[in-house]
């Protein structure tokens, strides 16, 4: 998935016009109704009713524009923070982070450490477990913020790469409640995702029915709960993902949770004053009652 295609998403939403978003985004109307077309296909299902005049989304566009905003947000805000730091040569780390705890986690998490350290500038990389675990290990990042479950174990040296286990979060079966009770469909992530060997073990430790629908090919939950949304089928899912979603009542869980710890690494040989100042505000913070993921203090 292209940001420009969650740009475009969100100027039409805006405009209601295909021709002023194009317009608007600087490209032809018919390359701007493709990038349109080609996010319906990433995600399964239309976004604009294009029976309607002037342009309007349909409920599935309506339900990921508020995702899509949020994603465009918190991009739009790490960019922000590297062209500072560069411009001003501020105090800066680097952290790769699970695409997941990018949205939900880091940037209430990373408030509490600036509370300790003043400002900071970050350069965050939100991606899938293997680039992430690649990003610190052998691309110079300072950071990796992971889950951690003993089926799926980070397999880094801990004598070069310590951690502290910085917040909680659980992976949760959920169904929208159009879907019947008895329906035993799933949505599978790809096999080599991190939440996806977690999924497994929960699915076969819960003693659930399933039949796999759909199965993503790429590592987002995101994805995985805008499907669930739609009553395609049950997923496994970050609690932390979904609790707006629960709290409105357009999400229900069943069977049993399953319990994942939130990991910060340090790459023990990158030690510089802003590096040293997080490790220690994060230990600080670790003293404190635990802070989850899913239920913010």
Known sequence: MDLKWLEDFVSLAETRSFSRSAEERHVTQPAFSRRIQALEMWLGAPLIDRTTYPT??????????????????????????????????????????????????????????????????????ADDFH?????????????????????????????????LV????????????????????????????????????????????????HTSENAMAEALK???????GAAWLPRSLVKVELERGELVTFGAETALEIRLYRALERRRGAVDAV?????????????EAHNPG
């Open 166 to 213: 910085v917040g909680t979060d659980a992976l949760v079966a959920v169904r929208s409640p159009r879907l019947p009770e008895e329906s035993s469909l799933f949505l599978d992530y790809a096999s080599n995702s991190f939440l996806g060997r977690v999924a497994t073990y929960a699915q076969a430790m819960s003693g659930l029915e399933s039949a796999i629908v």
């Open 56 to 125: 309007t989304l349909t409920e599935s566009g309506r339900r990921f524009r508020e995702t899509a905003e949020e994603i465009i947000q918190l991009l739009g805000t790490a960019r922000a923070d590297l062209t500072a730091e560069n411009r001003t040569r501020r105090r800066s780390v680097s952290m790769a982070a699970l695409h997941t705890l990018a949205l939900t986690f880091f940037p209430r998490w990373f408030g509490k450490i600036e509370e300790a350290t003043g400002s900071i500038g970050s350069r965050l990389l």
């Open 226 to 232: 805008f499907m669930a949304l739609e009553g395609h």
């Open 131 to 163: 680039n992430c675990l690649q990003a610190i290990a052998e691309n110079g990042y300072d950071f990796l913020l992971t889950y951690h479950h003993p089926c799926a174990p980070v397999t880094l040296d801990p004598s070069k790469f310590p951690y």
């Open 279 to 291: 490790w220690n505000a994060a230990s600080a913070l670790v003293a404190k009652p635990m802070f």
